[in-house]
């Protein structure tokens, strides 16, 4: 059975709980709120956050060191050379297995591959985290341009080529001719 005191004692541990209980309440009523309504709203995100990857895909020589120092094989692509320009079939990262440690990042010799700060990876197919980091497929317009221009200068220096070696060859079968005019004098 409880005792006077103790029934007292309860009564006032129960108000004095109340009342800080009430009191922290009553502070950060005054306060405005600092909820963040996500996904509308996001928090500043710092500059050297490690998040989704991007690409400057116009940069990027296919050299694959960022794929070679990725310690769990996130990164695969592919490219055909024309020359110098490359005609891009994929470029993707997996992020069902990317830890976000950046070490694909700091070999790349054209700083052409970064983190970014999205960090969203929400889906309900695991196959759409397999991203494609591309901006295009194929090629883009200005190396089009320069494959055609590099292609009609390469003619220009074939022909060139072809039409001094035919001089040439005409000089060498009139030699004989002239030493036999020459002989005939
Ligand atoms: S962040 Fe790390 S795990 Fe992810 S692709 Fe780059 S090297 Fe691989
Ligand atoms: S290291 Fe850089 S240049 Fe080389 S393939 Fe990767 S992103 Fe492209």
Known sequence: MVSVN?????????????AIGMRITGKYLM????????????MPIPDRYRGIHYLEQEKCI???????????????????????ELEWVKFTLDYQ???????????CPKDCIHMGTEFALVTTD???????????????????IRMKE?????????AAKAA??????DDAA???????EEKGD
């Open 174 to 180: 009139d030699a004989p001719k002239d030493d036999a």
């Open 31 to 42: 306060q405005k709120p600092i909820t963040v309504q996500y996904p509308d709203e996001r």
């Open 62 to 84: 296919n050299c694959l060191a960022c794929a070679r120092a990725c310690p769990i094989d996130c990164i695969e692509m592919d490219a055909v050379r024309h020359g110098k």
């Open 150 to 158: 590099a292609e009609v200068k390469k003619a220009e220096k074939e």
């Open 164 to 169: 001094k070696a035919a001089a040439a060859k």
């Open 126 to 144: 695991r196959s759409e985290l397999n991203h494609d980091l591309l901006s295009f497929k194929g090629m883009d317009r200005a190396a089009k």
């Open 97 to 107: 297995k990317c830890m976000f440690c950046e070490l694909c990042v700091y070999p």
């Open 6 to 18: 103790e029934y007292f004692k309860n009564v006032w541990d129960t108000v004095k709980s109340t």
